[in-house]
């Protein structure tokens, strides 16, 4: 499987491409990263450095993979933060021409915009046109329930509303949609649930809540789950593997007491998934 997947970059820590690239490389998986911002950390701490890169960067880049002749065998393009609103066009663009190459390909999307706890924390045109122009070319998408009810006007805050969200969104073009950090006010106070629905249905994960807030979890968990479910076709699948190696490396960087995803010492669960949690069909 080829990927190219159109992130930001970090020198030190794990979050967009810098924690995407490596758990979808152990797992077997070609990545071709492209980057949209070189930053020196990511944001949360407050300070960092380095460029946000332009559009036409970008995309020059992008022209230069299509100029080795690899867009007829890439399965997969894959975008999550966006940094500035110029990004998008690219994207789409990039969507567009390897479909023409590869018929079979498909679009992944991770709408990054927020989450309930900080709102959002995207320039103000980002939201509009993840939910205008970018999610409705899209094949999948990795939604937290925040960001899934900017996308469909919703408050999606039980399983049956948040299945609802879910079929509104599906309706503009994307056939699968993986929802994270799912909360409902009938699941244990100290559990997270994922939901994943597609055509043939809807699948959702329990896990116990681990007290850490983890920059970039997002967006291994998008990574992974693309992957497994482009190659299986199997939503409860791609699922349980997904959230099992995910809350492992989670509890690995819980009990390292660092603040950074402990991304290179939790190896063994993606190639390897203990497993542990299955998918329990909801309709």
Not at 182 to 201: F, H, N, Y
Request: charged residues 20%; negative net charge; aromatic residues 6%.
């Amino acid at each position: 499987m080829k990927i190219l997947s159109i992130q930001s970059a970090v020198a030190y820590g794990h979050v967009g491409n810098s924690a995407a690239v490596f758990p979808l490389q152990r797992i077997g998986v070609e990545v071709m990263p492209v980057y949209t911002v070189n930053f020196s950390n990511h944001t949360g701490y407050g300070q960092w450095r380095g460029p946000m890169i332009s559009p036409d960067d970008v995309r020059d880049v992008i022209n230069g993979i299509e100029e080795r002749g690899v867009f007829g065998e890439t399965d997969v393009v894959l975008s999550g933060y966006q940094g500035g609103e110029g990004i998008a066009d690219v994207i789409l663009d990039a969507v567009s021409r390897v479909k023409q190459a590869n018929p079979e390909a498909i679009y992944a999307c991770d709408p990054v915009m927020g989450n309930a706890k900080s709102g959002c924390f995207v320039a103000p045109a980002i939201p509009v046109l993840l939910r205008e122009r970018v999610v409705p070319a899209a094949d999948l998408i990795t939604p937290n329930q925040f960001e899934l009810g900017y996308l469909t006007d919703t408050e999606p805050d039980t399983l049956e509303s948040t299945l609802a969200s879910v079929d509104l969104v599906r309706a503009r073009g994307p056939r699968a949609v993986l929802v994270t950090s799912v909360e409902r006010p009938d699941q244990p106070s100290d559990t997270i649930e994922m939901l994943a629905v597609d055509e043939s249905g809807a699948w959702i994960v329990q896990t116990p809540r681990l007290p850490l807030k983890a920059n970039g979890s997002g967006d291994v968990t998008a990574a992974l789950f693309t992957a497994h479910y482009t190659r299986t076709k199997s939503a409860s699948d791609a699922l349980a593997r997904t959230v099992s190696s995910v809350y492992d490396l989670l509890a690995r960087t819980h009990d390292s007491g660092q603040r950074e995803l402990q991304l290179i010492e939790s190896q063994e669960f993606y190639a390897e998934p203990r497993m542990q949690f299955a998918a329990r069909q909801v309709r």
